[in-house]
Nanobody, 128 residues
Framework: HVQLVESGGGSVQTGGSLRPSCVAD?????????MAWFRQAPGNEREGVAG????????YVVDNLKGRFTISRDNAKSALYLILNSLKPDDTAMYYC?????????????????????WGQGTQVTVS
């Protein structure tokens, strides 16, 4: 079992920035996991935001969020980050980090949450 813990959400005004993070609790397999961020707003389905490969060499951000959101990871710290810039009210959602092995390492994985077996509890982002 891989336990992921998100933090760094919050409430900001339109145009503001947040930098949620995700860390593993005592896990030793961080560098063997592809990771991603998803988000879900009340009444909406879960949607992929961004993904990153095991070594961080390749990352993906969904088309409608490119230029505003960036995903990164620091394997020395077993940490995953999502840099949220120019936030809009439509970005309001619970943001979840997710992880898995090879099946989660493709750009198409962002369209398939079931590719990820490990999930954090989420961190709330509210933009007004």
């Amino acid at each position: 079992h891989v336990q992921l813990v998100e933090s760094g959400g919050g409430s900001v005004q339109t145009g503001g920035s947040l930098r949620p993070s995700c860390v593993a609790d005592g896990q030793q397999i961080w560098g063997h996991l592809c990771m991603a961020w998803f988000r879900q707003a009340p009444g909406n389905e879960r949607e992929g935001v961004a993904g990153i490969t095991m070594d961080g060499a390749t990352s993906y951000v969904v088309d409608n969020l490119k230029g505003r959101f960036t995903i990164s990871r620091d394997n020395a710290k077993s940490a995953l980050y999502l840099i949220l810039n120019s936030l809009k009210p439509d970005d309001t959602a619970m943001y979840y980090c997710a992880a898995d092995s090879w099946k989660a390492c493709y750009q198409d994985s962002l369209s398939n949450p079931r590719a990820f077996d490990y999930w954090g509890q989420g961190t709330q982002v509210t933009v007004s």
